[in-house]
Structure formats: C-alpha cells, structure tokens
C-alpha cells in the first residue's frame, strides 16, 4: 500500500499558521513559535485565541513527526524514510523543545489561566505544570540520541527473516506454524525464529545498555532518583503510584496464575504431552487447523468494516474513511517494522493503522484492537485543541481492548462455521487473562531495570528469568530453551522504545472486561458509556473517565478475583 499523507474534509483548518507553511528546516518553523511567544494576552478571551493557535501549531507538528515514522516503520530499508524521520528528531524536536517550554511557562504565567472552565481545562493545566517541572534543557540532546538507538532496534527487528520449507519469510509468517497439528514443525518454526532473534542478543543489549545510561542520565538530569521515577512523572501518572503497580503484580500472581496453570494442565492432558513446550501453547486442542479468518489485507479490512458496522455503524464509517484515504498498511513483509499501531493524526482528523497482518486469528485481535483507538480519535475529535485530547495510555488501551470483546459478539462476519467461532471466542477469553500475567512481567522487569543502575547484561537475564517464572504456568518447559527463556524480553519492543508503557495494558484490560461484562447485559447503554469516556478526551481524570464509562478504575486483588471469575463462568458457557 501506498503510504501517503492525505487530506481530508475533516481536516482542522489553519487559520494561525500559513497554508504554506512545511517543516522544511527549522528556519521554517521558529517564527511561528517565536510569534506565539511575544503575543500579548489581555484577557480570557484571548487566551482561548491563543490557545487555538498554539493547538494548531502543536497538531502541526504532532502530524509531520507521524508522517515520517510512519513511512519509517513501513519501509525501514528506504534510506530516504530513515533520514528525514532522524532529521525530525535530531535537528528540529531539539530546536523545539525549549519554545513549547517557553510557551508552556507563558500558560502558567497568565493570569487569565484561572478564569479558564475548570471542568475543561484543569486536567491540560495539571499536565502543563508537571511538564514545565521536569524539564531540563540539557536533556535535549539524549532524548535526540536515544530516537535514534530507538530507529536501530526497529531496524534490527524488521531484517529478521528464516527459511520455512524451502520459503523465506518474516517472523511473523513464522509464528503461523505454532498453530500446526505437527509437532515437529511447530517446534522447527521455534527453533529457527528464536536461532535467529539470538543472532543478535548481543547487539539487542549493547543497544539497550546506551539506552539505560542515557535514560538513567536524563532522570538525574531533572533530579529524580531513577528512570523509574522520571517515567512516572514524564507519563503523567497523576492518578496512581508504583506502589499501586505493585498492588496490579501481586493481584496478578494469587488470582490469575492459578487459573492460567489450570488452563495449561487441561491443555498438556488434551495433547497427550509429557512436557508441555513454549511451542505448544497455540495449537488448537481438538486437532484442528489454525483459525484462518480472513485471506489477506483487504480481505480482512472489509470484514473488520462488516464487524464493527454491526457493533455500531458510525464506526464502520470511521474506519471505511481511513480506507477511502489510505491509512492502512497491513500486511507483513521484509523490511517492515514490528508490531502493530494506531497513530492519530492532529491535524488531519483521521488516524493511520500500521500492522503485519499474515492470516492469523491474532491478526483479526489486532485488526479490531487498533480500530478501537480509532474509533476513539474520532470520538474525541470534535474537542477544541489538542491539548484537550490524548489522554493517557490507561484510557487508550481501555478503547481499543474493549472493542476486542465488544466485537467478539459479531465474529461470525470471520467464521461463519459455529465450531470455529467457539474456538475463536475461548481462544480470545484466556488470551485476555494471559495477558495480564505477561503484562505483569514486562512492568515488574522494568521496575527492576531501572533500580538496578549499572547492572550487567547478565544481571538483567537472570533477573528476567527470575520474575519470568514468578507469573508463568509452571505447567511449561522450558529444557533446552534456557537460552531463550533469559533473552525473550529482547521481543517486548515497549522495554525499547517505549518504557514503562505497558502496565497500561493490564489496567484497560481489566477496565475491558467490565465493559464487556455491561455491554452482554445492555449492549446500547454500555456502548453509550463507552462513548461518553472516550469523547473526554483527556478533560478528567482517570477514575473519572472510567467512571464515564460505566466501570472502576481499580486493580485490588477483590476487584481482580471478581473479574477473572467472571471471564471464567464464560469459558464455561462456551463448552
């Protein structure tokens, strides 16, 4: 596909910045901050104006730094791409930085921020002093290095390649065979996927030893303790602690592993296996192929358009309009990024879906788990800036792995044989549950990474290993695997490029259950709900968004325990 900025009718209108205004140098850009600094604010009325304008310029650049990373991720090998992705964040994000601070600080300093509608814009003015306290000029630059380290791991994932029956193919595609009846080429697609992540082990943690030392060095430059705590911070987690992480992890281990191990058991029994393999964990327990939902990309587009159509119309329309503009690239390949995204786009109106689809029943999850936040950059589309939007990631996550279950009840647009779609549902319902432990793991290793200053590459293997076997069923083996078992957090991208954001998702999963608990009683007034917390945009507070929708912010071991007794009563209901 064609990876190209489009236009739409929805497209915001400029009415502050020029329409020939580009990002052509950073000469280019600097008068238009340097106009919205020395603008004078006389009242509350014009703070609004200035606001709006300021937005405009934000959702500018919001929009020109999404463009380039997405047409980086699409093709890693165009050097063009890589180059003008790197020109963005080493040459104008660092000019950048300082104006929207300077802008940020002339918020904070006007007097007319108090007459502001504090329903509207106390949440933006919290985030504005957080953002203005943690910044350090001086981390300008390793913010610059540590993209690029970011771009190197993005390109050492998406040159990964092997060999499967004569054919070489991405990874991905290789990940198709764990669903085999045969054994032995479930566990040659294993053997040969991890051969090949274990080429580079070596490089995977050089790379992410520069990434700690500058990232442990950016936090004592804004005078935190740790990483750790500078994420928190940074993330603008106003709403809980690491003590309450601590809280999610320990809930985790009494109520769901248990019930994961038990899942494992039934499986090692249904196979008639002695040990139970990491490479076991995905064939079908009845002798039944893989789940094939959909033929290809389009394929599964258009039945993704049918799905969520019959979930609701309007968001049938949303994504029908995504295709209409080309803002999808879908399908796996050589020299493509991993892993899988929704980028809203400022500016534009209308968000872009990047993933490596490869025929898979777990393509169809990610497929319906990113049109899930797309839905929700429309929903909160109409509100007046950008500073309003974008709410934190346990609100994000909320949307898209709601919008996994919500669309669960309509599968049968993928498998209209009632067989295979039992399969698809149990299989979706204990993935819901083993994400938590996995979730879990990640958050827990990052906590360790980051309290750990100066630990070895050795350390950090053993210590992953240690907390690995602390949410992991121990119903699975891992002889012979050793080597895999101390390096497989190396496909955890989010520990790269993105740390720290992943607890996100254990807390919308729970958030996701509850919504789907409600919407199997009252499917309209749970989607009304839905609707209502996301049109927030980031206006309250995360209790307050959830409450929106019908739900509770919560993840006490009661609340854990209350929601993995309920998926369980429909796993049973499936049998």
């Known amino acids: 596909m064609d990876v190209v900025s489009s236009v739409s009718a929805n497209q915001l209108k400029r009415k502050f910045l020029s329409d020939t205004f580009s990002f052509v140098n950073w000469a280019t850009v600097e008068p238009w901050f340097q106009k919205l600094s020395e603008r004078e604010i006389d009242s509350e009325a014009e703070l609004l104006i200035w606001l709006a304008d300021y937005s405009e310029l934000d959702a500018a650049f919001d929009e020109e730094m999404a463009w380039r990373y997405i047409r980086s991720t699409c093709d890693t090998v165009n050097a063009d791409f890589a180059q003008a992705y790197e020109f963005f964040v080493s040459e104008i994000e660092p000019n950048a930085a300082p104006w929207f601070q300077q802008l940020n600080s002339k918020i904070d300093s006007c007097v007319f921020k108090n007459d502001l509608d504090p329903k509207v814009y106390a949440v933006f003015l919290r985030t504005i002093y957080n953002d203005i306290a943690i910044y350090r000029e001086k981390n300008i630059p390793l913010f610059t290095e540590i993209d690029k380290l970011k771009q190197a791991y993005g390109k050492i994932m998406g040159d990964m390649m092997v060999v499967m029956e ?30 090949r992540r274990l080429t580079d082990r070596i ?52 109520e769901v592993v248990p019930f994961i191990s038990e899942l494992e058991v039934f499986r090692k029994e249904s196979l008639g296996l002695t040990e139970l393999f990491p490479f076991d964990l995905s064939v079908d327990l009845t002798g039944k192929s893989a789940l094939i939902p959909f033929s290809n990309g389009e394929d599964l587009l258009a039945k993704t358009i049918e799905c969520l159509g019959r979930v609701r119309p309007a968001y049938s329309e949303y994504i029908s309009t995504m295709r209409r503009m080309g803002h999808f690239d879908l399908d796996s390949r050589k020299g493509k990024a991993p892993g899988g995204y929704n980028y809203p786009l400022s500016e534009t109106g209308v968000p872009f879906i990047f993933m490596n689809s490869v025929g898979s029943h777990n393509d169809l999850i990610t497929m319906v788990h990113e049109a899930g936040h797309a839905i929700h950059s429309f929903l909160e589309n109409p509100l007046p800036n950008t500073f309003l939007k974008g709410p934190p990631s346990e609100v994000c996550e909320l949307a898209s792995m709601s919008m996994e279950l919500i669309s669960m009840e309509h599968w049968d647009v993928f498998y209209t044989d009632a067989e295979e779609l039992k399969r698809a549902r149990r299989d979706q319902l204990e993935k819901v549950l083993e994400t938590l432990p ?46 895999v078992q101390k390096n497989n957090w190396h496909k955890q991208l ?21 919504v789907w608990r409600n919407y199997l009683t009252n ?52 049998n």
């Open 166 to 195: 004569g054919n070489e193919i991405t990874l991905q595609k290789a990940s198709n065979y764990f669903k085999l009846q045969d054994r032995s080429l479930r566990r040659e697609a294993y053997d040969k996927i991890w051969n």
């Open 523 to 574: 499917p309209e007034a749970a989607l009304d709900g839905y609707e209502a917390a996301l049109k927030l945009g980031y206006t309250q507070p995360i209790g307050e968004i959830y409450e929106a929708a019908g739900i509770k912010f919560d993840f006490s071991q009661e609340y854990v325990c209350e929601l993995v007794n309920f998926v369980r009563k429909e796993l049973n209901l499936i």
């Open 438 to 483: 996995w979730v879990a793991t990640v958050d827990e290793f990052q906590h360790w990474i980051y309290e750990h200053k100066g630990h070895t590459a050795e350390e950090r293997s053993a210590a992953w290993s240690k907390i690995m076997l602390k949410y992991e069923s121990p119903i699975i083996c891992w002889k012979g695997f050793e080597e």
């Open 203 to 254: 490089a995977f943690d050089k790379l992410f030893d520069q990434l700690c030392v500058l990232r442990q060095e950016v936090a004592s430059n804004a005078g935190f303790e740790n990483f750790r705590d500078y994420s928190f911070a940074a993330l603008g987690r106003f709403d809980y602690t690491k003590e309450d992480c601590f809280r999610f992890h320990q809930a985790v281990a009494l």
């Open 494 to 514: 989010h520990i790269f490029e993105v740390p720290f954001y992943y607890i996100e998702y254990g807390m919308a999963q729970l958030g996701a259950i509850a």
